[in-house]
């Protein structure tokens, strides 16, 4: 096994790249869906609760196996799981563009995407233990996150993409981009990835305690960490589904125009991973910019609805706001739990952070289009703002190295 000191500077940014493009396809798998709502409502004549219910089938295939796919990366590493995990995923890709082309039931393209959403969920887990295997602690936290903008570039990608594709050609020819994102995923990890060590790496602000039977049980800090990350992931999942359809369907916008939007906002909100990640690591602690993160939340979300309610031209703006702070805490709680549990139980402890986030997604992707649809985007934004405020007390101290009692960094 290569050691940690074994390689140079420019290889361990490659593997890291490599990483980005294999978590990249993930959201393109399970998120792409999502920008196909429109067309799915206003030419398919689904109802937007049918069609965000579809567009959540891939999150519902992702959920059920990340669990799985994170003992298999703690028995058998990164290498061989994301091969068969992106192997699977390509597959389910395939078949969902293969099956939407012949007109086949949605049942059937349902079906598909749920195969891709199986295949997708190692990506996520094993692209987080390679950050935090091969960067030192001083490190990982920017580290982490430019590996997080896989998911702020993969909404991005899908949403200059797919509605236009859907648009200009339909649903099928949309459905294989984000098959052919996978596809280039599975090169970039035969080619770049290389396993980290397998051992216990000192963590910058979290206990380093060595190989603990199960790091759930003694304190809350685990627990607390995946609560506020599921509620905080309410207000991205708001914005980055149904955004598209607020754009085009509730104000007129062009799909290009929409795209082009949702796709700089999403770039500027990959950008703000790294400054968080950054900032993390400046502040030694990955919880307090989380708990600044849902402070904010709260405000940027109450500001939308209020802007959408007397349909102020601000809304667009405000809306691009939102969508950057709702993703900015992600790579700090991915970070914070890998450095607690350490290698021997990262992929499981990522699993359960991941599964969580994708399972409140399932739950409330389609419970969201249906109040959209029965009180209008101004009320639904506003209460999304209450899914932050609900998190920012529940935000745990940082574990000081060492110590037995969660304290602030």
Do not use: K
């Amino acid at each position: 096994m290569t050691d940690v000191d074994d390689i140079t500077t420019a290889r361990r940014w490659v593997i890291l790249g490599c990483s980005l493009l294999a978590a990249l396809t993930t959201t393109c798998v399970v998120s792409g869906v999502a920008y196909l709502i429109p067309a799915l409502h206003t030419d398919a004549g689904l109802s937007l609760t049918e069609a965000s219910t579809l567009a959540a089938i891939p999150t519902i295939g992702l959920m059920a196996a990340t669990i799985p796919w994170g003992i298999l990366l703690d028995r058998y590493g990164e290498r061989r799981i994301l091969l068969l995990s992106l192997s699977i995923s390509l597959s389910g890709a395939i078949a969902a563009a293969v099956a939407a082309a012949a007109d086949a039931s949605y049942l059937v393209v349902g079906a598909a995407l749920f195969v891709g959403g199986l295949g997708s969920g190692a990506a996520n887990g094993a692209s987080g233990r390679i950050v935090v295997g091969w960067f030192p602690a001083h490190q990982r936290g920017t580290a982490m996150g430019i590996r997080q903008m896989a998911q702020p570039l993969g909404i991005g990608v899908c949403a200059l993409t797919m509605p236009v594709v859907a648009a200009g050609s339909g649903p099928a020819a949309a459905l294989a981009i984000p098959a052919i994102v996978t596809a280039a995923g599975l090169v970039a990890v035969v080619v770049g990835i290389t396993d980290p060590p397998r051992r216990t790496t000192p963590a910058a602000v979290v206990d380093d305690s060595p190989a603990r039977a199960n790091p759930y049980r003694g304190n809350s800090f685990l627990a607390r960490v995946h609560i506020v990350s599921m509620l905080l992931v309410i207000p991205q999942s708001m914005l980055w589904t149904f955004v598209p359809t607020w754009l085009i369907v509730a104000h007129g916008w062009s799909p290009v125009g929409a795209g082009t939007l949702i796709t700089v906002t999403q770039v500027i909100g990959a950008l703000g991973r790294i400054v968080a990640g950054r900032w993390s690591d400046a502040w030694l602690s990955r919880m307090r910019p989380v708990r600044v993160i849902a402070v904010a939340g709260v405000a940027a979300m109450s500001a939308l609805a209020i802007a959408d309610w007397f349909d102020s031209p601000l809304a667009p703006a405000l809306m691009a706001v939102a969508s950057i702070i709702s993703v900015a805490d992600n790579g700090l709680a991915f970070t914070a739990i890998a450095e607690y549990v350490g290698p021997e139980w990262s992929g499981r402890g990522l699993a359960v952070q991941n599964t969580g986030q994708y399972l409140v997604t399932a739950a409330t992707t389609p419970l969201l289009g249906a109040l959209i649809a029965a009180v209008g985007f101004p009320i639904a934004f506003a209460a999304t703002a209450l899914a932050p405020l609900v998190a920012t007390p529940l935000v745990p101290r940082d574990r000081s190295p060492g110590a037995d009692d969660l304290v602030d960094a």
